[in-house]
Nanobody, 113 residues
């Protein structure tokens, strides 16, 4: 059973930075891709960033250089800079392997003064 556990969410002031972590129960290199998605209240879940097993990164159009996805053996990270209130959402970690997709439970990020 693949398990994904997100950490690092919380309340942050506008302009601040945050690092989200997603710890995976297996080596992330056993998956074709890892990613971060987010969902704000009343909105659809949207892609934030993905990284393939080969290290190719892809970002959502809104990220505009403020988001960076990195990884090590068992953890995928999402660094967020210059946080804005519209970045408030539940952030989910995602892993894909063959035809299967796995999701974590999500971590809440709230950007407010």
């Amino acid at each position: 059973q693949v398990q994904l556990a997100e950490f690092g969410g919380g309340l942050v002031q506008p302009g601040g930075s945050l690092r989200l972590s997603c710890k995976v129960s297996e080596s992330i290199f056993d998956f074709s891709a890892m990613g971060w998605y987010r969902q704000a209240p009343g909105k659809e879940r949207e892609l934030v960033a993905t990284i393939s097993v080969g290290g190719i990164r892809d970002y959502g159009d809104f990220t505009k250089g403020r988001f960076t996805i990195t990884r090590d053996e068992n953890t995928v990270y999402l660094d967020i800079y210059s946080l804005k209130p519209e970045d408030s959402a539940v952030y989910y970690c995602n892993a894909r392997r063959q035809s299967k997709t796995y999701w974590g439970q999500g971590t809440q990020v709230t950007v407010s003064s």
